[in-house]
């Protein structure tokens, strides 16, 4: 495979990308929940469970994703954010040979795979004491207050040696790319100096840092990550649709064409720390239009299980309240209807992934809003000069809304009336 990369001088927009990554279409799944172990740190029964993910890439491929997402699989105490040992594979997961057989599973379907990277905190039981940065009276510091995570000392060169090792490590077992737990709380200079040597050995790699806040460009310059997560477009487009207020929207979206001037940001309408998208949008008849958002907006998308299927969760701020949008899934797709859901919800998903796999210059598409109102949005979505355009048109309001624009419907429904089209109400259309 081709790399893209370039050095750090390079300020073209996703200089340092892969190419690959322009098609990239993700899978998000927090493994020891999709597979039903406990995480309580209780029950650490070994057993290869990881296996029952490996048969659910026939779904992936179903769906239309070519990558898959892990959250974390290192040995960890409890729900896997807690890690005790980097190398090994966590046993509620399995062996060496259980990774093995999902990579090996994951790259014969064309899945490239991601790995979770928690290497801002470790767990107590995780050793070297050394590594941990400590407050002034000798105590270790946590991470956000939680006493059973450690923060680790990025100024300790044993620190980024680990690190680096570690990536390199698991880049060697067959993993194509890494997220980076927690990258917002870890310094850029750690990275700057870390990444180099991981992508020495494996210049193809795709590195996302996790963001919450602060200043996303200044982040992806200082550290050399490719990407940060777009939790600013994850909030608007929620927000928006549940409240049918688009100029939120349209307002987050100068900026996420802003920072597209730097980097490719990683797109999401849910993971596994925030509440469902399908339980955040009351209307069920508007949930459509955030996967029709997703796939349609410049970034790196990413879909996190369940969603394709119209599940729905809430996440609580207490013990265990992650659980609920971290589900175990049945043994096999062939089970997917026990899992309730909305099956058009997985239509649309298949059909707008469809199409971004047809228009992959979608990945650094700009987007200009053609019409506005609080419930109505039409946006002109470009790309280079040698791309096409596409005009995207979301209705959240009871009339129809008219769109003149001369392309066919490539996905949606609209009607044609006097040299435009018609888009029925709470609909959608993507015109050609």
Do not use: C
Not at 77 to 83: F, I, N, S
Not at 197 to 219: Q, S, W
């Amino acid at each position: 495979m081709s790399n893209d990369a370039a050095g750090d001088a390079d300020t073209t927009p996703g200089a340092r990308e892969p190419g690959w990554v322009e098609h990239a279409i993700w899978w998000h799944v927090y493994p020891l929940g999709l597979v039903g172990a406990d995480t309580t740190g209780r029950d650490r029964t070994p057993a290869p469970r990881l296996d029952r993910l490996t048969r659910w890439l026939d779904h992936a491929v179903t769906l239309g994703v070519n990558g898959l997402a892990l959250g974390p699989v290192f040995d960890s105490a409890t729900h896997g954010y807690d890690t005790v040992d980097h190398f090994d594979l966590d046993p509620r997961l399995g062996d060496d040979a259980a990774f093995d057989r999902l990579v090996t599973a994951a790259h014969d379907r064309g899945i490239r795979l991601m790995l979770d990277g928690v290497f801002n905190h470790v767990a107590a039981g995780f050793g070297h004491d050394d590594w941990l940065r400590r407050s002034r009276d000798g105590r270790p510091r946590t991470f956000e207050g939680h006493g059973a995570l450690l923060a680790l000392d990025h100024d300790n060169p044993d620190v980024a040696d680990h690190v680096a090792t570690v990536m390199t490590h698991w880049l060697d077992r067959g993993a194509d790319a890494w997220r980076l737990d927690a990258a917002y709380a870890v310094p850029a200079e750690f990275w700057a100096a870390v990444l180099p040597r991981v992508r020495a050995a494996h210049p193809d790699v795709y590195v996302v840092g996790e963001m919450l806040h602060g200043d996303y460009a200044d982040y992806v310059r200082r550290s050399g990550v490719d990407a940060v997560t777009q939790y600013e477009l994850w909030k608007a487009v929620w927000s928006s649709l549940s409240e049918r207020n688009f100029f939120e929207l349209d307002w987050t979206l100068r900026r996420h064409d802003g920072f597209l001037d730097t980097f490719v940001p990683w797109t999401f309408v849910g993971n596994h720390d925030v509440t469902r998208i399908a339980s955040r949008i009351a209307d069920a008849r508007h949930r459509p239009h955030a996967a029709v958002l997703l796939l349609t907006l410049g970034g790196t998308p990413a879909v996190y299980y369940g969603d394709e299927l119209g599940l729905q969760a809430v996440k609580e701020e207490r013990a265990g309240g992650d659980d609920a949008i971290r589900p175990a899934f049945p043994d096999s797709p062939e089970a997917v209807p026990e899992l309730g859901g909305d099956p058009d919800v997985l239509r649309v998903h298949q059909e707008m992934i469809g199409l971004r796999r047809r228009h992959p210059w979608l990945h650094r598409a700009r987007s200009e809003p053609v019409s506005l109102t609080n419930e109505t949005l039409v946006l002109r979505l470009t790309g280079g000069p040698d791309d096409g355009v596409l005009v995207v048109a979301l209705n959240l309001a009871d009339e129809p809304l008219r769109v003149e624009h001369d392309g066919a419907p490539a996905a949606g429904t609209a009607e044609r009336a006097d040299g435009g089209w018609t888009v029925p109400g709470h609909g959608w259309v993507v015109l050609d």
